[in-house]
């Protein structure tokens, strides 16, 4: 888990999110890079990341389609930890510092079961912000 400024690029956080050990790739076109596509393929990753329209040329009709079933796995994908977030308060998120706020996550988050909503966990501590 990691936390930047808010004027960090996602693209350049993408290193830190892997293990090393997948084989798919999703992510929406923020993420699209020619040069990671063909490290990932080379490597036997299936690059499943949303592609970009090139500049004055739109996708053609194939490629929206391919786009938006890669969207909608990964909005499956996505939906439990929304489910979490809402379930620890994480809704809206109040500035306090990035090492503050990452303090926070990493306390409630460790590999705990999943509390209900709003539930003091074992230290009497409450998860919400």
């Not at 890079?33 to 090139?54: I, L, M």
């Not at 990964?74 to 379930?87: I, N, Q, S, T, Y």
Request: aromatic share 8%; net charge positive; hydrophobic share 35%.
């Amino acid at each position: 888990m990691t936390a930047t400024h808010a004027g960090a690029a996602d693209i350049t956080q993408l290193p830190d999110l892997l293990h090393g050990q997948e084989r798919e790739i999703f992510g929406d076109q923020a993420y699209w890079k020619e040069a990671d596509r063909e490290s990932f393929e080379a490597r036997g990753v299936r690059y499943r990341v949303n592609r970009r329209p090139k500049a004055n040329q739109p996708l053609n009709e194939r490629w929206r389609m391919i786009n938006r079933a890669r969207s909608r796995t990964r909005a499956r994908g996505e939906h439990p930890f929304r489910v979490v977030k809402h379930l620890w308060g994480f809704v809206k998120t109040r500035y306090r510092g990035l090492a503050k706020n990452l303090a926070e996550r990493r306390r409630c988050l460790p590999g705990q079961p999943l509390p209900g909503p709003r539930r003091a966990d074992a230290a009497g501590a409450r998860c919400a912000l």
